[in-house]
């Protein structure tokens, strides 16, 4: 695949809706959910005086590229096996085709960051959302399921200090 070909691929990737099955005050696309999954890495590997590697950062660029073919399918639908399986299926070829890393070519402490500040950036565009005055019950179901599993993941991952803050941030 061309290279002009692999950057329309993560330009449609980026143009996708979060969130599209509750209602929110304010759309938010896979590009801006990525700038801020990045914002949080680029912390969080500065507090532990590290360079964030460049594998680390195409991933991130690319994590949500399939999501031009499939939209942006819910969580709880994803957790089926079998959707599961299909959906890991296809974007693997899409990472394949487009050239991005995937997320088990990471080691071990670089996916558990890249996991987690997905997880913080979702819970931080919920809790904005809330702060607009969302209050469906769709959405505040949503923002509850990432608190819990961000408190799970957390204990099981050696974060730091902007993990815990941006945690704390959200619970006002």
Request: aromatic content about 8%; hydrophobic content about 35%.
């Amino acid at each position: 695949m061309r290279e002009l070909e692999k950057v329309k691929m993560h330009r449609r990737g980026g143009a996708v809706t979060r969130f599209h099955t509750c209602t929110r005050l304010q759309p938010e696309s896979n590009a801006q959910h990525t700038f801020g999954v990045l914002c949080i890495l680029q912390g969080m590997y500065t507090i532990n005086d590290e360079q964030m590697p460049i594998s680390v950062m195409a991933h991130v660029l690319g994590h949500d590229v399939p999501e031009w073919f499939t939209g942006d399918i819910p969580a709880p639908i994803k957790a089926d096996p079998l959707i599961r399986s299909g959906v890991d299926h296809l974007e693997e070829r899409i990472f394949l085709e487009a050239g991005i890393p995937q997320k088990k070519s990471l080691t071990e402490r670089h996916g558990q960051l890249v996991k987690l500040a997905d997880m913080l950036d979702a819970l931080m565009s919920c809790t904005e959302e809330y702060d607009r005055g969302n209050r469906s019950e769709y959405f505040m179901e949503i923002r509850a399921t990432y608190f819990t599993y961000i408190e799970m993941y957390i204990k099981d991952v050696k974060y730091n200090a902007l993990a815990k803050e941006i945690l704390d941030a959200c619970q006002r």
